[in-house]
């Protein structure tokens, strides 16, 4: 296992996103759909990042998931069993930061919580 301070504070905060994420999900009424997606999707991301810094290599300042899941899969061939789910998370990056009509439903939430937990466990076999 490879987790340095810089990896270790990664990880502390893409643990501190999905925890918000699911308690958002799960006690807040009405549900605010974007504001978990968009933590979901901060998660997955530190956490790819997080593996990238325990190899030594600076993240690049993106919230793209593929080209973070690109460089991963680099590394570490196996990455491309979490491609769709990381892939779907990008769009919640920006997406919710402006008004618009987003037409998000609490199935598109869970789902997004569902990847960003996948992710991270999958991620967190990999140091």
């Not at 609490?106 to 991620?123: G, H, P, R, Y």
């Amino acid at each position: 296992m490879n987790i340095n301070n810089e990896t270790a504070e990664w990880i502390r905060l893409a643990g501190m996103d999905i925890a918000t994420a699911h308690h958002m999900f799960e006690t807040l009424t009405p549900k605010p759909l974007e504001i978990v997606c968009f933590h979901s999707q901060q998660a997955a991301e530190k956490m790819l990042k997080s593996f990238l810094v325990s190899q030594g290599i600076e993240p690049p300042k993106t919230h793209d998931m593929q080209v973070l899941l690109e460089m991963c899969i680099e590394i570490d061939g196996s990455f491309d069993e979490i491609y769709e789910e990381a892939i779907m998370l990008t769009n919640y990056a920006v997406r919710f930061r402006y008004p618009a009509e987003l037409g998000i439903t609490e199935l598109d939430t869970k789902k997004a919580l569902e990847n960003a937990d996948k992710i991270m466990l999958f991620v967190k076999k990999h140091y």
